[in-house]
């Protein structure tokens, strides 16, 4: 392993190993307003949500890791301490980046980057049409973390609403994953498109606790075959299989080799059937 300290690697290399394995990383492109009703624009990538209730998210315009100096967003809401976060679609995502060159205050990124301003509902900053989710804020808090290039200045906001477009919504009025089609920050230059073939399901694990990996069998545990993440899902069944379980389980056929064993079995967890796969393995490895 590589081992880095902050303490003795030149911030921006250690900003670049930063970044690059916290991600993917959400975009907040925000709006704000000045004290004179000026609008800015501009994206960040430290960018969360914490809470829902009281629904809180935080970004971060971070100070410039060159200078030192801080970003217009930060300056408007110490003065109007409101934001405007609107999500980053994969068709909006070159007009979106181009609204984060450091442009003069005077510069209204909206116009410069061709988004259109439409009036929040309950703060001043603008909302982006063009964005499928505009989400107005409240800001609770900033706080900043240090005076120094790169240093964070938390933006701590609370919900005040939410509008959705149509056009992302499914049969039940949920936002659809594909549809939104969202964009993550990874590091450099790199993004990342969360649709498509990027995307999968996993069953989070209910009330009734998964048997866990410590719990397998040696045999199937030390499996140089199975994988983590093949083990991760046996280890979510809620039981063993009795006795009488794999009695009456009865494999398709008989298998001459161990590989081959596992190679079924990770055709059955492959599909989502965890339970079968394993009956199959101890029913097979275990007689």
Not at 112 to 126: C, E, L, Q, Y
Not at 137 to 148: A, F, N, Q, R, S
Not at 243 to 272: M, Q
Request: hydrophobic residues 35%.
């Amino acid at each position: 392993m590589l081992t880095i300290s902050p303490n003795d690697t030149p911030q921006p290399l250690f900003h670049h190993y930063m970044l690059s394995s916290i991600a993917p990383r959400p975009i907040a492109f925000a709006s704000t307003i000045d004290e004179n009703g000026q609008p800015n624009l501009a994206p960040f990538s430290f960018f969360n949500a914490f809470g829902s209730n009281p629904p809180i998210v935080i970004f971060s315009p971070a100070r410039s890791g060159r200078e030192g100096t801080t970003k217009h967003s930060y300056n408007n809401v110490k003065k109007v301490p409101e934001a405007v976060i609107n999500v980053v679609s994969y068709s909006m995502v070159q007009q979106a980046s181009l609204a984060s060159a450091e442009y003069p205050k005077d510069v209204n990124e909206f116009v410069k980057a061709g988004f259109t301003a439409i009036p929040s509902v309950k703060v001043r900053p603008f909302r982006v049409k063009e964005s499928p989710v505009q989400i107005e804020c409240k800001v609770l808090e900033v706080k900043e973390m240090g005076d120094k290039g790169g240093a964070a200045n938390l933006i701590i906001c609370e919900i005040a609403l939410i509008h959705v477009s149509r056009d992302v919504l499914d049969s039940e009025n949920k936002i659809d994953p594909n549809k939104i089609d969202l964009v993550g920050r990874m590091g450099g230059n790199w993004y990342c498109r969360a649709s498509g073939a990027n995307l999968f399901e996993l069953a989070q694990p209910g009330r009734n606790l998964g048997i866990g990996i410590d719990a397998l069998p040696e045999r199937i545990k030390n499996s140089k075959i199975l994988t983590g993440n093949d083990l991760g899902k046996l280890g979510n069944v809620t039981h063993l299989p009795t006795e009488s379980e794999l009695k009456d389980y009865k494999p398709n056929r008989k298998y001459d080799n161990e590989e081959d064993i596992y190679t079924e079995a990770k055709k059955l967890l492959d599909t989502g059937r965890s339970e079968d796969a394993l009956k199959f393995l101890m029913a097979n490895l275990l007689k």
